[in-house]
């Protein structure tokens, strides 16, 4: 069992910089690819990216590639996700989980509770 909490998410004015984190707790963190998602109000739950349990390889959805890093520390049972020149469109509930990696929701086993980014324009 892996438990995830999200934090770092809040309001930040378009072209600013947020980095959300997600502490994993469970001794098999490691052994799971980590992805970030977003969800908007009315809206499916989107991927954002995905790190492999190296962190060597990782993947991005092209609506935020070159603007958001995913990384992850397996020392600290932790992965980040840090956004640079958001737009109002990334407003949006984000969501760590763990699993098999993927781009589907389907792929990953377990969730965190999700942190609100709000955009301003």
């Known amino acids: 069992q892996v438990q995830l909490v999200e934090s ?13 984190s997600c502490a994993a707790s469970g001794r098999t963190f490691r052994s799971y690819l980590m992805g970030w998602f977003r969800q908007a109000p009315g809206k499916e739950r989107v991927f954002v990216a995905t790190i492999t349990w190296s962190g060597g390889t990782t993947y991005y959805a092209d609506s935020v590639k070159g603007r958001f890093t995913i ?35 389907d792929d990953y086993d377990f969730w965190g509770q999700g942190t609100q980014v709000t955009v301003s324009s």
């Open 8 to 20: 770092g998410g809040g309001l930040v004015q378009a072209g600013g910089s947020l980095r959300l």
């Open 71 to 105: 990384s992850r520390d397996n020392a600290k049972n932790t992965v980040y996700l840090q956004m640079n020149s958001l737009k109002a469109e990334d407003t949006a509930v984000y969501y760590c989980a763990a699993g098999s990696g993927g781009r589907r929701p």
